[in-house]
Every structure is written in structure tokens, then in C-alpha cells.
């Protein structure tokens, strides 16, 4: 990787040696960090990528763009030209000096509550749709999470489920930024068929707790996904980006038809996680469910689907039965296998529909991340759909 470096106040200093760091996916920050500071003696952040290999989001030669957070002696620069100009869509902590103030903020809301100071501050991550820092204290670890404006109702639901008494991460200060709580425990990335179970079930009783809230979480932000909006999203997508494709077009024009199927089934709208993969669970004494920026008002059944999409047949089947036995029992005559196999290529358009909002509300040099995502699962709801014919 390259590192194109800015002093504290903006101005660019020039370009470091290129490097290897080992963790290959692009939005992985400390190993890049951490080797500034091992190999030239700088204390630095990175605030976004400039230039990308593909569009995969991992491996290959990268380049982002630095900035320091405290002087430096000199380093090997090498003079390069760069474009600063300004971007609209443009993260505030992609900016030079935003991960200073950011950082900043946060120190302030760890004094004002008795729990600073801040003895170390390590980026962990950043990319066009998060940056997330840990914060170390006397008192224990705390994270620092800042999101695009189209992720601004994660602390909504976090307030949300806090009063819920269920588990989420834990709300300690939110100002355009997120305070967060530690955690213990790792990320259930690769988790088997049984840990998958009580995933779906941690998260149906969080969704049955929702479902009278849904009128207090719209009014604060929570993206309504329910029907007929969700008609008019999915449309929307495959008008932009679908182009010809007959069978786009022909499950286009069944969406009347199978999402009034879909309400027949007689499941409600509610608190969806919009990400539901092992990935953003952590588990420990307990689990908890991380990472709300993709949650949204709509069907129950979009979470399950993704938790259980790279399963094996048989072992999904078994997290499916359980979910649709928990939705049996609390709705009496509902349908949620019924559901569930309607909802197949709902789902896949939904996940088409994400990332072409993403390309939308991220600024060029960032499409890279997410460039091949929106054709991939156009590509996915037409399998399901024509699976079923």
C-alpha cells in the first residue's frame, strides 16, 4: 500500500514508501497506522482511500490518503500531487482534520462523565460507511464510531433498544458521532448452525418488542421499507440499473402481486437489522448484536434470510424452522414459510437497492468498495426468481 500523507494543518507533506500490511481488506486501518509509527515515527490517521485495484475491497495496491495528529520529525517523503479539493458527499471524518475533532468530542464526553481520560486512541477502521476508533481509559475501553448521514439513525435505535433491556451496544454519548461501550468478546464470523439459532432467536424477541415502537421510530428516522414504499425502492433499482434483463423486469412487474402475497402471510412490520450476519454479532457473557446503520421499518423475514443465505441447505432450514415456529406461536394463523419463500428474490432486489444508495451517497473515489455490489445481487434475484418458475 501507499500512504499519501497531510501535516496537521492540511498541507501535503508527500508520499511514504510503499509498504505491505498482512490484513488485506481495504477499510482495516490499525496494521496501516501502526506501521507508520513502527517504521517513521508518525502519529497519523487515515481519512480515506484514494486509489483501488478493482472492486472486491481487499488485496492488491491501495492507496489512501493520511493525515498527522501530532508533529513529526522528518520522513522519507517523496513529492507526489494529490487532489484536495472539496467533495460533497464527502464524510466529515474523511476530511483533513476531521479525525481530530472527532477525537476531540470524544475525550470532552468521557470527562464530562467521569470516565476519561483518553490514553490511547487507535483507528481500527475507516471507509465511506464507518470509521470506528478504540479509545482506551483508566476506567476501561470505549469506541468511537462516526457514520455517513445516511447511517444517522443508528443512534436511534441503539436509544431504542437500551429501553428495551436488549442486547445492543451500549449508548454513552452521540453528537453526529457515537460513544459507545466496550464489549467483550469476539465477532461470530463463521459461526455454526447452532449459534445461528439463537442469533435469530436473540433478535425475534428484540423485533416482537418493536412492533408497537414502530410509530416512534419513524418519526425519528428509521427508514420506512414497508409497503408501498418498499415497492417503489425495489422499482427503482432495477429502472437504474437493470437495463433490458426480462426476467428484471417480469419480477418487476409482480411486485404488486407478490408483496400483497407477502402481507396475506400476516407477519408484521417491524425493526429490521438490514445486516444480519455473524460478522456483526459479538459474543461473550452474552450476545450482542452490533452495527444498526442498515436497520430499517419493514418484514421480519429479510433478517433471517441474511442471516442464513451462505448456510448450507439442510442447516438453514434449521434456523428458518425455528424462526417460523417463534412467528407461529406469537401470530397465531400467520404464514412465515409462506412468507419467507416469497420474500427470496424481495430480499436479494432489497440488497441491490442498499448499495445503489451507497454509490449514491458516496463520493467517486470510494466506489471502488461497493462498485460491483449492485449487479451481483440483481443478479441473485433473478436466480431466485427464475428458481421459481
Request: overall charge negative.
Amino acid at each position: 500500500m501507499t500512504l499519501i500523507v497531510l501535516d496537521e494543518s492540511g498541507g501535503l507533506l508527500g508520499e511514504l514508501p510503499a509498504f505491505d500490511v498482512s490484513l488485506p481488506y481495504w477499510p482495516e486501518t490499525a496494521e496501516i497506522v501502526a506501521a507508520a509509527r513502527e517504521r517513521y515515527g508518525l502519529d497519523l490517521a487515515v481519512l480515506r482511500l484514494l486509489k483501488a485495484p478493482g472492486d472486491v475491497a481487499e488485496g492488491g495496491h491501495v492507496t489512501y490518503l493520511g493525515q498527522l495528529l501530532s508533529p513529526a520529525a522528518g520522513a522519507p517523503w517523496t513529492p507526489t500531487e494529490v487532489d484536495l479539493s472539496h467533495h460533497p458527499l464527502r464524510a466529515p471524518y474523511a476530511h483533513a482534520g476531521g479525525p481530530a475533532r472527532s477525537l476531540a468530542w470524544a475525550a470532552r464526553a468521557l470527562d464530562e462523565r467521569g470516565r476519561g481520560p483518553v490514553t490511547a486512541a487507535i483507528q481500527q477502521r475507516t471507509w465511506n460507511l464507518s470509521t470506528l476508533w478504540r479509545l482506551d481509559t483508566p476506567t476501561g475501553p470505549y469506541w468511537l464510531k462516526q457514520v455517513p448521514d445516511f447511517f444517522a439513525h443508528e443512534p436511534v435505535v441503539l436509544t431504542w433498544a437500551a429501553g428495551s433491556g436488549r442486547a445492543t451496544p451500549l449508548l454513552v454519548a452521540e453528537d453526529a458521532r457515537m460513544l459507545l461501550a466496550h464489549v467483550d468478546g469476539d465477532d461470530l464470523y463463521g459461526a455454526g448452525v447452532e449459534v445461528r439459532r439463537d442469533i435469530a432467536a436473540d433478535l425475534h424477541y428484540l423485533q416482537v418488542a418493536a412492533i408497537d415502537s414502530v410509530p416512534h421510530l419513524l418519526a425519528d428516522g428509521v427508514p420506512d421499507r414497508r409497503r408501498p414504499r418498499l415497492e417503489g425502492y425495489l422499482r427503482g433499482v432495477i429502472e437504474e440499473y437493470g437495463g433490458g434483463d426480462v426476467s428484471l423486469r417480469a419480477l418487476a412487474a409482480g411486485l404488486p402481486d407478490r408483496l400483497d402475497r407477502i402481507e396475506a402471510c400476516r407477519l408484521p412490520d417491524t425493526l429490521v437489522h438490514g445486516d444480519l450476519h455473524p460478522g456483526n454479532v459479538i459474543g461473550g457473557d452474552r450476545r450482542t448484536i452490533i452495527d444498526w446503520g442498515d436497520s430499517f421499518i419493514g418484514h421480519p423475514g429479510f433478517d433471517v434470510l441474511r442471516l442464513t443465505e451462505v448456510m448450507p441447505a439442510g442447516e438453514a432450514e434449521v434456523v428458518i424452522e425455528d424462526w417460523a415456529a417463534r412467528w407461529r406461536a406469537e401470530i397465531p394463523g400467520s404464514d412465515p414459510h409462506g412468507a419467507l419463500e416469497l420474500l427470496r428474490p424481495v430480499a436479494a432486489l432489497r440488497m441491490a437497492a442498499v448499495y445503489a444508495d451507497f454509490l449514491a451517497g458516496i463520493e467517486p473515489a470510494e466506489h471502488p468498495y461497493h462498485a460491483g455490489d449492485v449487479a451481483t445481487w440483481l443478479r441473485r434475484a433473478v436466480e431466485l426468481y427464475e428458481e421459481e418458475r
